[in-house]
């Protein structure tokens, strides 16, 4: 009766995205660029780092692919985007910390309310806290680390690990794969590094936070995943920032690869406030007899545009996309995934849940790909749309290419209302409104809560709950 | 003053066709009130307009509960003020199962008895309580688990519908053709499940076209409901008379009555 304790836990809870996540605190930052983007920043960066020289000269390149490159006319609107308005780089404290106590109480606070130490304590493995630029915590429990698991953020791999990190940073998504992944191969700064040794099965979940603080900030974390041969690994990512006026950007590069019969989750909650533009490139590759899953949830941002993609390389690999998106006023989620279908005998499975309400729009965006020679490939597409109210919007973008005769492929979609029936059916039971509707949405989105573990269940749980009362935004 | 009383209702629906018109009524607890008549008769309506479904509009007319008129209010606030509907055509709710989905109407009712006060129940008592009423209805336990009335049997549904009646517990029951769509056995297991929980703490208005779940609630008193209004009150022999005859014998004398 799991789903009892899920529901008490979710009722319990009235507070909102203002005191919870969208408070900020005062800026007293070790350094902090200027506003906007050129190649001066760009080695101002890399000198920062002390990087080495490859790296230098692959961020002013991308920043050649970014400039060079329009903006995507589809998916949202990005027009009104001012790059020349966002801080690129800040670095909040000198040094990263292994203790929570060690960081600036400033920080040490947000880190507290968000409840990040006490997951830890709780049910993690590992912990890398990013603030602004910079991962500012970082830590791995110790028996992981003497079974040659790391977990670092990426820059401090690039420093420890240079060789690894030169042999596949930038080779599952190049430098020029887009715009956006032009812009943070540039300026790039935190995220998370981490390799998993071949038969080592880390249990319990590594997470990375990341918060923004500043106003207008702008933030690019790099995450490199390489899972070796039955190896598995589930890594958790979650985000929140300050309420501002004015707008934010975040665009992340993630790339993960997953060698034969090894096992990568990679879990999004994302619960930016309404005014970060949310940019990100996903992508991983699977090889023979391997598992990909993307969970991933996306509540907050202004607009997102996401669309995390699994290539099976090997025969055998098997990819799952699990999407949430919901869009409350003023939020734009165009959410999605990808699966391309290379190996023979490769299976896939898309499930995407949107929703929208107050005037939002939510909407899928999916690509399913079978090249020639895939054959025996199975893949099975299942967008679900659920519009609560009049002025709220869905779109669903399903593109399908296939090259290969002998597949096996489903594609299911639906929208829908909820039903004045079911509203009337829940509030006969003394329900009101409100969490009657809020039982419904949880319930829609049931299929892809069920398979986060119960901490990020509860969680995804309470922020729609946060969201069917209006209280965001 | 009986638990619910309902005075003159009238009830229309949104494009203003009036399907009730001018309903009188009292209902005490320890009593089984069986509203009996033909298809189309009005019954559901009036059911639904009593639990305040937003399509039906009470275009005159009152209905007390305990003394305080409901019309005005949601069905949550009825539910709260110990209101129960069993459903003809229950809802299926996908992802929110049958046990999650109790938890959270016995804590609403609870918080509202408790004046708005959080006061949920404690987890092995509302375990205790489940498997009890669901013991006594035959509920198989893995019930519990299952998304709330998707994909059940009609039986399962009206079994739960009266499981969630039981774990309610309300002041006043309204049987919406609940015996419709059962066999003889999933019939009396539920009937015997309503007549168990009639008594000092509830009554019951049943409300169906066959006088034959009757075998298993003793009705106290049946209200023929033809075209919107009661034509004929009286006790469990008309049930049998009804039984015997059908409706006929009622509808003409409508007619007449209405040229």
Known sequence: ?473 | MALLEIRNLHVALEDGTEIVRGVDMSVNTGEVHAVMGPNGSGKSTLAYALMGHPSYEITEGEILLDGENVVEMGADERAQRGLFLAFQYPQAIPGVTVASFLRSAVNAIRKARAGGEDDPVKIPEFRKQLTAAMESLKVPKEMTSRYINEGFSGGEKKRVEILQMAMLQPKIAVLDETDSGLDIDALRIVAEGVQGLVGPDMGALVITHYQRILNYITPDFVHVFVDGRIVEEGGPELAHKLEAEGYEAFVPQLVGGES
């Open chain 1, 1 to 473: 009766m799991a789903a009892t304790t899920e529901s008490e836990i979710v009722q319990g809870i009235g507070s909102d995205y203002e005191i919870k996540y969208g408070f900020h605190v005062d800026e007293d930052y070790f350094f902090k660029s200027g506003r906007g983007l050129s190649h001066d920043l760009v080695d101002a960066i890399s000198s920062h780092k002390g990087e080495p020289d490859w790296m230098r000269r692959f961020r002013h390149r991308s920043l050649d692919y970014f400039v060079a490159r329009p903006l995507p006319e589809w998916g949202g609107n990005v027009a009104e985007i001012d790059f020349e308005n966002i801080f690129y780089y800040i670095r909040p404290t000198e040094n990263q910390a292994t203790s929570w106590e060690d960081l600036p109480p400033d920080i040490k606070d947000t880190w507290d309310k968000l409840g990040i130490p006490e997951a830890e304590k709780n049910y993690l493995a590992g912990v890398g806290a990013q603030y602004e630029s910079e991962v500012v915590y970082h830590k791995l429990q110790e028996e992981l680390e003497n079974q040659g698991v790391i977990f670092l953020d990426m820059d401090s791999a690039l420093r420890d690990h240079e060789d690894v990190v030169k042999q596949y940073f930038g080779t599952i998504i190049p430098q020029n794969d887009n715009k956006f992944a032009a812009l943070n191969s540039a300026v790039w700064s935190g995220g998370s590094f981490i390799y998993v040794p071949p038969g080592v099965k880390v249990e319990l979940p590594l997470q990375a936070y990341f918060r923004i603080n500043a106003e207008n900030m702008g933030q690019f974390e790099r995450t490199l995943i390489i899972v070796d041969e039955d190896a598995y690994v589930h890594y958790v990512e979650g985000c929140t920032a300050p309420i501002y006026t004015s707008d934010s950007l975040h665009s992340a590069v993630v790339e993960i690869i997953v060698k034969p019969r090894g096992r990568c989750r990679y879990t999004t909650i994302q619960n930016w406030s309404n005014n970060v533009y949310n940019l990100v490139t996903k992508r991983a590759v699977a090889y023979e007899d391997a598992t990909m899953e993307w969970v991933d949830g996306n509540l907050g941002s202004k607009l997102t545009m996401k669309y995390p993609a699994i290539w099976l390389m090997g025969d055998r690999a098997h990819g799952e996309v699990l999407s949430i998106a919901f869009a409350g006023k003023g939020q734009h989620q165009d959410a999605g995934g990808k699966c391309v279908h290379v190996a023979p005998n490769t299976t896939s499975v898309i499930t995407s849940k949107s929703i929208s309400k107050n005037g939002g729009r939510a909407g899928y965006r999916g690509l399913l790909e079978v090249a020639k020679g895939a054959h025996g490939a199975k893949s099975k597409v299942v967008c679900d749309a659920l519009i609560l109210d009049e002025d709220s919007r869905s779109d669903t973008y399903p593109y399908i290419r296939i090259d290969e005769n002998d597949v096996d492929i489903g594609h299911e979609a639906t929208v829908s209302k909820i039903g004045e029936e079911q509203l009337f059916y829940l509030m006969s039971r003394g329900i009101s409104e409100t969490e009657a509707s809020a039982m419904i949405v949880s319930g829609f989105v049931e299929p892809i809560t069920k398979e986060l573990p119960l901490e990020y269940a509860v969680e995804m749980n309470r922020l729609i709950q946060l969201q069917m009362e209006g209280s965001v935004g």
